[in-house]
């Protein structure tokens, strides 16, 4: 596995593979690797050629005060997983590389609509963050494909609308969120966690589970949310938001929208985990919802 850290030989590099009419899977990671990320390379591999993953802890996401000089960097570790699946490029430039003219000044991609709210709604400025670098990203690789995780959904969305209205020729594709045993989702973030809160922080996820079962035998969304709530508040999670969204992460309108996305934020002291399971509703009486 080749790895380059500067532009040149990057867009030199593909630009033959290009030539030789190769397709080329994208997979953008902050690093850190773990069987999360591992699982887009994979796929990735199944559907191109060449698969480039890149590695960048990107500081145009992160707000002030979030944990972007803490956050783990990992690059040999990272390396040797990379390459142990079977990757063939990695990129993993520094932050005077992507941004040679500071921060400051950087132009940066907007997103609407979707970058609102949820995440969004509590990490300001994020997305436009992370459409700014996976902008970036896509000019630089021009990819086939490009690979993101189902665990971080408002950003799979706000990429999927970002690749419509710039017409960016290049297939978006959402993997299944990989867990630990015990239910977490396998996360970077997770390392933070002390032994008690690691012991504690399943029950993110059993709670999501309990919601979604009762959704789907037919609790009113509004009481469903509000009994998970509390019960997160109980086990000791701080909740940043828990909420139903539609397709596309559409308000949802129980009386138009039969499947769902329940989405969740929680803080165990100063950690904070997102978690989101699919949910079907059963058909409301005289809503005219046919399922085909
Ligand atoms: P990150 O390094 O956290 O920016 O994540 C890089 C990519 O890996 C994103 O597309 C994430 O959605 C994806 N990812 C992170 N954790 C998981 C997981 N547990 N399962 C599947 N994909 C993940």
């Known amino acids: 596995m080749q790895t380059l850290h500067d532009i040149a030989p990057l ?39 060449v698969v480039v993953a890149t590695l960048f802890v990107n500081p145009l996401q992160f707000g002030a005060g979030e944990d972007f000089g803490q956050y783990p960097r990992t690059l040999e570790s990272d390396r040797d997983k990379l390459a142990a699946h079977d990757c063939d490029l990695l990129f993993a430039p520094g932050v005077e590389t992507l941004y040679p003219g500071g921060l400051e000044t950087q132009t940066q991609v907007h997103v609407p609509d979707v970058s609102e709210g949820l995440c969004g709604g509590s990490r300001l400025g994020h997305f436009d963050g992370v459409a700014t670098v996976v902008s970036l990203l896509f000019h630089l690789v021009q990819p086939d494909i490009a690979c993101f995780g189902e665990k971080d959904f408002q950003q799979l969305a706000v990429i999927r609308k970002l690749v419509a209205d710039l017409h960016f020729p290049i297939e978006i594709v959402g993997v299944p969120t990989v867990r630990a045993e015990d239910g977490l989702a396998l996360s970077s973030r997770n390392g933070y966690l002390g032994a008690d809160d690691r012991a504690l922080a399943p029950a993110f996820h059993r709670e999501l589970s309990r919601c979604r079962d009762a959704l789907a035998s037919g609790r009113a969304p509004d009481a469903a949310l509000s009994e998970a709530r509390q019960a ?19 308000p949802f309108d129980i009386a138009r929208h039969a499947e769902g996305r329940l989405l969740g934020a929680v803080y165990l002291g100063s950690t904070r985990l997102i978690d989101n399971l699919a949910v079907s509703l059963p058909r409301p009486a005289g809503s005219g919802i046919r399922h085909g």
């Open 11 to 49: 867009r030199e590099t593909l630009q033959a593979h290009r030539m030789a009419g190769r397709r080329i899977a994208l997979v953008p990671t902050m690093g850190n690797l773990h069987a999360g990320h591992l699982a887009l390379v994979e796929r990735a591999r199944g559907l191109a050629d």
């Open 232 to 250: 997160l508040q109980a086990s000791g999670f701080r909740v940043d938001y828990l909420e139903i969204r539609g397709p596309a992460l559409a």
